[in-house]
């Protein structure tokens, strides 16, 4: 069906559901970014919250949009709905209580109905906290923690295990380069391409592709290592945040003590 249509639908399906007081679009709906293959997402306020009711009712106003073939009730997140029919039409719904919107900011919602006015009542945009500190030394720990891994995974033969420690640095790397670019928006892991620079995409494109062989899976973590610790450095640095030196220094000296690795970027 096509989204205005299915938007429409499930508006006029919940509308007037007794204890049903709003209902918004969210993410790239809500703050205007959607293009042709966005998910639609959805805050349903009930006074009750999340509960079995008020699923089943959601859950009915989806089916006016199409057969339901994947049904997420509450799995993953409590208050959290995931749904695909069978065109694919992806929906997403958070069902709060009116007392949980506060977290809720005007710029990221569209309201379709709001019979208490709670939308008049949030902030208009979010307030700039700044970067999370604790999560970007966790992140570069984590990064020197797997590439460490490297020697035992080399000694174990283990070069499949050694593709994924490639996908987690790859990750890093690319969670490090939307810190760089503080894009706003981000929106869903699909959308990539509005977050990072073209210099960004080049480093990311120019690195090797992960294979379950030996000499391709040390090869590739080097290659990760020498893109993503001087930039983390950097952002360390920028941030005020210490630098994890020890641990690095003494990952590097295993894994020449192990595989006769030297470190692939001057730290200087």
């Given at each position: ?22 209902l ?45 073939v ?33 977290t ?15 939308y ?5 945009t979010a307030?700039n ?7 970007a ?85 080097l ?39 030297k470190?692939?970027?001057?730290p200087?």
């Open positions: 069906m096509d989204h205005a249509k299915a938007i429409e639908a499930i508006k006029d399906a919940t509308i007037n559901i007794p204890g049903i007081r709003a918004f679009l969210s993410g790239s709906y809500g703050n205007g970014m959607a293009d042709e293959y966005s998910d639609i997402d959805f805050v349903l306020v009930a006074s009750e919250g999340a509960t079995d009711a008020v699923a089943k009712i959601w859950r009915e106003a989806v089916e006016r949009t199409g057969d339901i994947l049904w997420w009730d509450r799995k993953t997140v409590p208050v959290l709905i995931n749904a695909i029919t069978e065109d694919w039409t992806r929906t997403d719904v958070m069902i709060l209580k009116p007392e949980q919107m506060g809720q900011i005007q710029s990221s919602l569209k309201p379709l109905f709001d019979h208490d006015d709670i008049d009542g949030l902030a208009e307030k906290i700044g970067p999370n500190l604790p999560k030394k966790h992140q570069f720990e984590e990064f020197i923690r797997i590439l460490g891994l490297l020697h035992l995974a080399a000694g174990r033969e283990e070069y499949i295990n050694g593709v994924l420690g490639v996908f987690h640095l790859r990750n890093l790397l690319v969670e490090l380069m939307i810190e760089e670019t503080n894009a706003p928006n981000r929106g869903g892991v699909l959308h990539l391409n509005r977050l990072i620079t073209d210099e960004q995409k080049a480093v990311l494109t120019s690195l090797p592709p992960a294979v379950s062989s030996r000499e391709a899976m040390i090869s590739a973590h290659a990760y290592a020498k893109a993503y610790l001087p930039r983390a450095r950097k952002r360390a640095l920028q941030i005020g945040v210490e630098w994890p030196e020890r641990f690095e220094t003494v990952t590097w000296a295993k894994l020449r003590e192990t595989l006769s690795i470190r692939p970027y001057n200087d």
